[in-house]
């Protein structure tokens, strides 16, 4: 099973500032790596897919990086709507998530 | 709108079996793989099973398997989760979700979800 790490496991941040969240996975995934956000009640949302692309009608503030066993989900100045919990997700061996960051309003 | 409604969660004791059902509208169901994740009280995301757009291959992961059974009734447009032998550690709000690439076998990312239904395990 490939294991997906997460850090930090909180960030504290205000809006307008500039979030950097990091996944390391246990094997290389190559760029099968997606970014899902979740607020508290909500359904994730599916945010970045093959490590770097946007679905249709998410902001251009979220952006991906990364191949092989390290990514990054960058939100380039924070929205109060932002705060919230991110995973990451691999589908190169079935499918695992990460244990997830909290981005929280400092 | 893009929707998927799951339904038949509830309360069962350890031993006990529950069928989750999920309807799909809006979209052609039986070209895309789906999706079930689950998310235990206070903690993170779990994918649990998935299956292909015709239904031939299904996928699970080990805490689930040979204890679920993920089937899809195309001509309905609707998905199903069948548990037995529940678990309390199975207690959790369960997801069901489309998948973002249609016409494979694969299940790869999930870019429509449900509201989820809850599923409590306990005595």
């Known amino acids: 099973e490939i294991v997906l790490t997460q850090s930090p496991a909180t960030l504290s941040l205000s809006p307008g500032e500039r979030a950097t969240l990091s996944c390391r996975a246990s094997?290389?995934?190559?760029?099968?790596l997606a970014w899902y956000q979740q607020k508290p009640g909500q359904a994730p949302r599916l945010l970045i897919y093959?490590?770097?692309n946007r679905p249709t009608g998410i902001p251009a503030r979220f952006s991906g990086s990364g191949s092989g066993t390290d990514f990054t989900l960058t939100i380039s100045s924070l929205e109060p709507e932002d705060f919230a919990v991110y995973y990451c997700?691999?589908?190169?061996?079935?499918?695992?998530f990460g244990g997830g960051t909290k981005v929280e309003i400092k | 709108e893009v929707q998927l409604v799951e339904s038949g969660g509830g309360l069962v004791q350890p031993g006990g079996s529950l069928r989750l059902s999920c309807a799909a509208s809006?979209?052609?169901?039986?070209?895309?793989?789906m999706t079930w994740v689950r998310q235990a009280p206070g903690k993170g995301l779990e994918w649990v099973s998935g299956?292909?757009?015709?239904?031939?291959?299904?996928y699970y992961a080990d805490s689930v398997k040979g204890r679920f059974f993920i089937s899809r009734d195309n001509s309905e447009n609707t998905l199903y989760l069948q548990m037995s032998s529940l678990r309390a550690e199975d207690t959790a709000v369960y997801f069901c979700?489309?998948?973002?690439?249609?016409?494979?076998?694969?299940?790869?990312?999930?870019?429509?979800w449900g509201k989820g239904t809850t599923v409590t395990v306990s005595s």
């Open positions: 299956i292909s757009a015709s239904g031939g291959t299904t």
């Open positions: 979700a489309k998948d973002l690439k249609g016409n494979t076998a694969l299940v790869t990312y999930m870019d429509v």
């Open positions: 809006r979209f052609s169901f039986k070209s895309y793989a």
């Open positions: 997700q691999q589908r190169m061996n079935w499918l695992t």
């Open positions: 094997q290389s995934v190559s760029s099968y």
């Open positions: 093959d490590a770097s």
